[in-house]
């Protein structure tokens, strides 16, 4: 990764820096002195204490300097108004020094997933950078961008919201050469009103785009399909419908996931070893980036061939004699439906264990309802988690499972006792739910 001078960064944010410190070198950045590295830079933010309190403790660690708002000691330092602003800024004057193409990927479901298909399509052609984990917000973002190495050619960045304005920031940011929309769904309507709020809010990713950057959106998703403003960017669709320009068919689910994708007169085989066809939309997006940035077909058949999807998204496993299905990095109505769709497939006794979606505002009673009916089609029996775990257990006797099959908690370890206690040998277990219910915790339980 690139070397910056504080005095290089201090003129990118308007920021200043003392003298006898401007020559001082940082690579990185992080805002965490638990595993900040030596020579990162590091941020200092305000949250539950004041990050000013942290800065002698992340220079104990290696910190070569620190973006703050105020002094703290004699150490190498850029003084600023708004650390967070600033890291932005420096993120953004750093991606143009690279000089890197750079793809945006947002979407209510998916996106991390779509981001590593990308990123693994295009890494066959190009040196690629992307952001890891879910560093997908206004600091983790510009933090992966200062991670970057300095010869990249393409940076993959995955962009996430709850509120509007934010993707509009990254945006800016980043400043797409190609954008991607995965989906529009219900996730964050809490804080965005409808899901026609959480579109214009997606939509925002074209504010950092430039007029001719082709935007790739979904054309199976109904919202994207029929946009209420056209952007000035060119769209290219992909999805199940031949007229979509990237499209699939022959979608067929076995020990792997094959379809043909058609861009054209053009044919790419796609042969994956994921469950769930949910997932052809996020490998339609990945191979409508590598045409767009000049990938071979052979070279992106080849390329997903060969994905493998990040920890804690459908890892399927054998645990003794059970099956396991762990999806626990987050969940939302729609996930949620695609996670008991891969459950469903799966030849034997089923039980899901589902915690609750969370950002869901006004919509989570009917929301989490309508899961436990869809729960009742599709597994043998239920352990729901959570506060509105008694609701979506309603929703799965309404639903027709049996008032025996189904149980509702409010504590992991009382889940899984009586979890151990139902499954049986042959069992598939799917342990789903939002990151902040924290389901690994009762899949760790159940498999002490």
Same mark, same amino acid.
């Given at each position: 990764?690139?070397?910056?001078?504080?005095?290089?960064?201090?003129?990118?944010?308007?920021?200043? !820096?003392?003298?006898?410190?401007?020559?001082?070198?940082?690579?990185?950045?992080?805002?965490?002195?638990?595993?900040?590295?030596?020579?990162?830079?590091?941020?200092?933010?305000?949250?539950?204490?004041?990050?000013?309190?942290?800065?002698?403790?992340?220079?104990?660690?290696?910190?070569?300097?620190? $973006?703050? @708002?105020?002094?703290?000691?004699?150490?190498? /330092?850029?003084?600023?108004?708004?650390?967070?602003?600033?890291?932005?800024?420096?993120?953004?004057?750093?991606?143009?020094?690279?000089?890197? %193409?750079?793809?945006?990927?947002?979407?209510?479901?998916?996106?991390?997933?779509?981001?590593?298909?990308? @990123?693994?399509?295009?890494?066959?052609?190009?040196?690629?950078?992307?952001?890891? /984990?879910?560093?997908?917000?206004?600091?983790?973002?510009? &933090?992966?961008?200062?991670? &970057?190495?300095?010869?990249?050619?393409?940076?993959?960045?995955?962009?996430?919201?709850?509120?509007?304005?934010?993707?509009?920031?990254? @945006?800016?940011?980043?400043?797409?050469?190609?954008?991607?929309?995965?989906?529009?769904?219900?996730?964050?309507?809490?804080?965005?009103?409808?899901?026609?709020?959480?579109?214009?809010?997606?939509?925002?990713?074209?504010?950092? &785009?430039?007029?001719?950057?082709?935007?790739? +959106?979904?054309?199976?998703?109904?919202? $994207?399909?029929?946009?209420?403003?056209?952007? /000035?960017?060119?769209?290219?669709?992909?999805? @199940?419908?031949?007229?979509?320009?990237?499209?699939?068919?022959?979608?067929?689910?076995?020990?792997?996931?094959?379809?043909?994708?058609?861009?054209?007169?053009?044919?790419?085989?796609?042969?994956?070893?994921?469950?769930?066809?949910?997932? !052809?939309?996020?490998?339609?997006? =990945?191979?409508?980036?590598?045409?767009?940035?000049?990938?071979?077909?052979?070279?992106?058949?080849?390329?997903?061939?060969?994905?493998?999807?990040?920890?804690?998204?459908?890892?399927?496993?054998?645990?003794?004699?059970?099956?396991?299905?762990?999806?626990?990095?987050? =969940?939302?109505?729609?996930?949620?439906?695609?996670?008991?769709?891969?459950?469903?497939?799966?030849?034997?006794?089923?039980?899901?264990?589902?915690?609750?979606?969370?950002?869901?505002?006004?919509?989570?009673?009917?929301?989490?309802? %309508?899961?436990?009916?869809?729960?009742?089609?599709?597994?043998?029996? +239920?352990?729901?988690?959570?506060?509105?775990?008694?609701?979506?257990?309603?929703?799965?006797?309404?639903?027709?499972?049996?008032?025996?099959?189904?149980?509702?908690?409010?504590?992991?370890?009382?889940?899984?006792?009586?979890?151990?206690?139902?499954?049986?040998?042959?069992?598939?277990? +799917?342990?789903?739910?939002?990151?902040? &219910?924290?389901?690994?915790?009762?899949?760790?339980?159940?498999?002490?």
């Amino acid at each position: 990764m690139a070397k910056i001078t504080l005095k290089q960064a201090a003129a990118w944010c308007d920021g200043t !820096v003392e003298e006898k410190y401007e020559n001082v070198e940082f690579f990185g950045a992080n805002n965490d002195t638990r595993i900040i590295k030596e020579g990162q830079l590091f941020i200092v933010l305000q949250g539950a204490r004041d990050g000013h309190d942290f800065i002698p403790m992340a220079m104990e660690k290696g910190a070569a300097a620190v $973006l703050c @708002s105020r002094k703290v000691g004699d150490f190498p /330092a850029i003084y600023v108004e708004d650390p967070r602003i600033a890291l932005g800024q420096i993120a953004r004057e750093e991606l143009k020094r690279i000089g890197c %193409k750079t793809v945006g990927v947002t979407g209510s479901v998916g996106k991390s997933t779509t981001k590593e298909m990308i @990123s693994t399509v295009l890494e066959s052609t190009y040196r690629i950078a992307k952001t890891p /984990a879910n560093h997908n917000n206004d600091i983790g973002m510009p &933090m992966a961008v200062l991670s &970057m190495p300095e010869d990249t050619e393409v940076a993959v960045l995955e962009m996430g919201m709850n509120h509007f304005r934010e993707i509009a920031y990254l @945006s800016e940011i980043a400043r797409p050469d190609v954008g991607v929309i995965i989906n529009v769904g219900t996730m964050h309507i809490e804080f965005l009103g409808s899901r026609e709020g959480i579109r214009k809010a997606k939509m925002e990713i074209v504010e950092g &785009m430039a007029p001719d950057a082709p935007l790739l +959106l979904n054309g199976d998703n109904d919202l $994207l399909r029929e946009l209420e403003e056209v952007p /000035a960017q060119p769209i290219t669709y992909f999805g @199940s419908d031949s007229g979509c320009e990237v499209w699939a068919d022959k979608v067929q689910q076995g020990e792997f996931l094959t379809f043909t994708a058609h861009h054209g007169a053009l044919e790419i085989p796609v042969k994956m070893a994921l469950e769930g066809e949910h997932f !052809v939309a996020d490998a339609l997006a =990945a191979i409508a980036v590598g045409l767009k940035l000049n990938v071979t077909p052979e070279k992106i058949s080849e390329a997903l061939a060969g994905f493998q999807n990040m920890a804690g998204r459908q890892e399927i496993f054998k645990a003794g004699e059970y099956t396991i299905i762990k999806d626990c990095y987050n =969940a939302g109505p729609e996930s949620m439906a695609a996670a008991l769709n891969v459950l469903a497939g799966r030849k034997g006794r089923k039980i899901a264990v589902l915690g609750d979606m969370l950002e869901l505002g006004t919509s989570a009673h009917p929301e989490h309802y %309508k899961l436990g009916r869809t729960a009742a089609q599709k597994a043998d029996l +239920l352990f729901a988690y959570g506060p509105h775990g008694q609701v979506v257990a309603d929703g799965a006797i309404t639903g027709g499972m049996a008032e025996g099959c189904v149980f509702a908690f409010t504590d992991h370890e009382t889940l899984a006792a009586a979890l151990k206690r139902a499954a049986k040998p042959g069992d598939i277990l +799917l342990f789903k739910g939002s990151r902040g &219910m924290h389901m690994e915790i009762s899949l760790e339980y159940f498999l002490k």
